[in-house]
């Protein structure tokens, strides 16, 4: 079993920024993937980016590209979503997702474990 915790969500302006993290504990996770998701009100769960914790290679969804960032610290087992210049759209729960596939994946049946996620809001 894999357990993850984020925090860090909050409510922020338009064009601000905000960090949440992702603990991860339990079983050897060092070659799952990571990804992060978010789900706003009415709207299907949106694979927003990924990360994989042995190389760190990155993946994101272009509505991100260039605000957001993914990173690990193996040490710490915590994976980081840094968002910058955030946009009201950008509000919603996002949740972080490990999975055992190969490659990072972006649907979310692919990932196995989920923290419970934490609320982002971005008012305008």
């Known amino acids: 079993q894999v357990q993850l915790v984020e925090s860090g969500g909050g409510l922020v302006q338009a064009g601000g920024s905000l960090r949440i993290s992702c603990v991860a504990s339990?079983?050897?996770?060092?070659?799952?993937?990571m990804g992060w998701f978010r789900q706003a009100p009415g709207k299907e769960r949106e694979f927003v980016g990924g990360?994989?914790?042995?190389?760190?290679?990155?993946s994101y969804v272009d509505s991100v590209k260039g605000r957001f960032t993914i990173s690990r610290d193996n040490a710490k087992s915590t994976v980081y979503l840094q968002m910058n210049s955030l946009k009201p759209e950008d509000t919603a729960v996002y949740y972080c997702?490990?999975?055992?596939?190969?490659?990072?994946?972006?649907?979310?049946?692919?990932?196995?474990?989920w923290g419970q996620g934490t609320q982002v809001t971005v008012s305008s």
């Open positions: 339990g079983r050897t996770f060092s070659s799952y993937i």
């Open positions: 990360i994989t914790w042995s190389s760190g290679s990155t």
């Open positions: 997702a490990a999975s055992g596939r190969n490659g990072i994946a972006v649907h979310p049946q692919d990932y196995g474990y």
